[in-house]
């Protein structure tokens, strides 16, 4: 069954400390993998995506995910957080051809001043 | 360039009602994908419309049930409301369903409706 799982509820970190979200996920084909960021009342803004190749990917906000299959991992990273970073997140998984997705239950991100 | 929108923002039902949701996508965009997010879970796939096609559908029942329109815009209908149905209701919209590679698929996702179901 194909599922995704972000094992941390809540994480919060201090301004300009390191941040790591976990992600791992269950998926019988090739994953097509995502990362989603919420912020109170708004919609889901994508931060970044991996479908092949590097399994290192950079996206937007200064936010970088890792692909490890051997793992089944899709972990978020950002060297340095900012106060605004504070939202939940979301990792999903899809098929090749995007016409379904799995949403993880998300993390909220606190940050402390 | 216009982004996705929904309405209505907040919508009160009882047990047992019909209710439906709409959807504009982004201009250009000819796929639309809903969504159902429960309070303090994440979002779950309901189903995907493409050229006014069902292309893809979670596990939710028939009681879920959706159209697009020739302008691409959606509207999502659910019947015989239940308690469970409270949500917030997210629409995405996309280029294209998705090519296997491709760079430029992402999904645009609107504000979301809200749903109370009393």
């Known amino acids: 069954a194909q599922s995704v799982t972000q094992p941390d509820i809540h994480i919060t970190v201090s301004e300009g400390a390191s941040l790591e979200l976990r992600c791992n996920y269950s998926?019988?084909?090739?994953?097509?993998l995502f990362w989603y960021v919420q912020s109170p009342g708004q919609g889901l803004q994508l931060l970044l995506k991996?479908?092949?190749?590097?399994?290192l990917v950079q996206g937007i906000k200064g936010f970088e995910a890792e692909f490890k299959r051997s793992q089944s991992s899709f972990n978020l990273r950002k060297p340095s957080v900012h106060w605004s970073d504070a939202a939940e997140y979301f990792c999903?998984?899809?098929?090749?051809?995007?016409?379904?997705?799995?949403f993880g239950s998300g993390t909220k991100l606190n940050v402390k001043p | 360039e216009t982004g996705v929108t929904q309405s209505p923002t907040h919508l009160i039902k009882t047990r047992g009602q019909q209710v439906t949701l709409r959807c504009s996508s982004q201009?250009?965009?000819?796929?639309v994908s809903w969504y159902q997010q429960a309070l303090g879970q994440g979002p779950q796939f309901i189903f995907q419309?493409?050229?006014?096609?069902?292309?893809g559908r979670g596990n939710f029942p028939p009681r879920f049930s959706g159209l697009q329109f020739p302008n691409y815009s959606s509207e999502l209908n659910v019947n015989a409301l239940e308690l469970d149905d409270s949500a917030l209701y997210l629409c995405?919209?996309?280029?294209?369903?998705?090519?296997?590679?491709?760079?430029?698929?992402?999904?645009?996702f609107g504000p979301g409706t809200r749903l109370t179901v009393t």
């Open positions: 995405a919209s996309s280029p294209r369903p998705g090519l296997a590679g491709g760079d430029s698929y992402e999904q645009y």
């Open positions: 998926y019988g084909a090739t994953p097509y």
């Open positions: 991996y479908f092949s190749g590097d399994t």
């Open positions: 999903a998984v899809g098929p090749y051809n995007f016409n379904k997705f799995y």
């Open positions: 201009s250009g965009h000819n796929t």
């Open positions: 419309y493409y050229r006014e096609e069902e292309n």
